[in-house]
């Protein structure tokens, strides 16, 4: 199991295969993921503040009512989307005012030109379509295109933790820790197609998008992001359909189900979040019960849980359909030799806490047998001599008669 512990997408395997070495494999942790909370990512932007500099608290009541709560941004002023000067917006080109700004949830097309901080153009995309606030795209512009009006044109600038981070990125190619240059236009916003209406083969190639986006989170680190695009895969994959769906597309939205589950466990885990790693298993196990991933995750929580003995035959249950996976092998031994040295130091303790009751069960018993082989012995010698002084007696007295 070892490259394919997590079923990861071809896309994303052939932009990330020369990233792996310093990176944290799915193989390596042999898991998968958790729901995130609301605070866990933070995709809300705060609200625009008032350019008006304070001024509306001198103003009477008539002009408080004929003053514009929010004016727009001026074109060419920086926006600090976040207050951290780390994320900045400048619009180029004004849009459609501020009711044509699309919401969270939707579906929007954009044009977009990546650039390095010394002006290398990165990537150029027309008609790049996502949802917004999905984590489908990079954090800068989920966050900065629900600012951006329709038709306007803007100038986004990032710092390296709202883009690709540390690790940088194989496509497009981007260093590690480098900040970006973003001109975007945002072209169209529509609401999202209606799940229980969507065609199923639409609505498995939508929640294998998801899955595969979160598989990318998780090779970067992005646990947390990985955990939220696997819920909402989830999600897809547990709506109900008002569209007639054949039993081999049943089986194949039950097997992204299931990868997502096993991903959401592997995630899970990297969070420390062993409840929830172990119900996400559970869940794999209930709808197919020899999966040999969800088992090896879950002889994993177990173990971390401190529950050996059930880990054990987990792993046990694991090797049987795999008995030559090396990975199932190497885990079931290491949990083996350390559930036998905790049960020996849950031993050692006992006596002590007992003061050593077995060795002096042994010297009571030894000592009763001793005084009772002692106790033998003198009455057997009191007998002897009481019979030799009877024979004794009876010699003198004949001897007298």
Known sequence: ??????????????ALSAKKNGRTSLLDSGEDFELLNDEDIDDAPPPLEDAGGGKGKSMDETENKNADPDPPVPVDEWLDVLGNDQLKKKVLEAGEGRDSRPQKGQNVKINLKTYLKDGTLVEEQHDLCFTLGDGDVIQALDLTVQLMEMGEKALIQTDAK??????????????PNAELSLEAELLEATDAPDLELLHPAKKISLASHKRERGNAHYQRGDYAFAVNSYSIALQITESSSKVDISAEEEDELMDVKVKCLNNMAASQLKLDHYDAALKSCVSALAHQPENIKALFRMGKVLALQGEY???????????????????IHAELSKLVKKHSEQRGAEQAMYKKMLGNPSSSSGSTQKHQAKSSWGLSWKWLFGATAVAIGGVALSVVIAARN
Not at 1 to 14: L, P
Not at 162 to 175: K, L, R
């Open 1 to 14: 199991m070892e490259n394919d512990i997590m079923d990861v997408s071809d896309s994303y395997e052939g």
């Open 162 to 175: 709202y883009a690709y981070g540390a690790w940088g990125s194989q496509e497009p190619e981007v260093p």
């Open 309 to 327: 003995t059930e880990a054990i035959q987990t792993l046990r249950k694991a090797l049987k359909l795999e008995p030559s996976n090396k990975t």
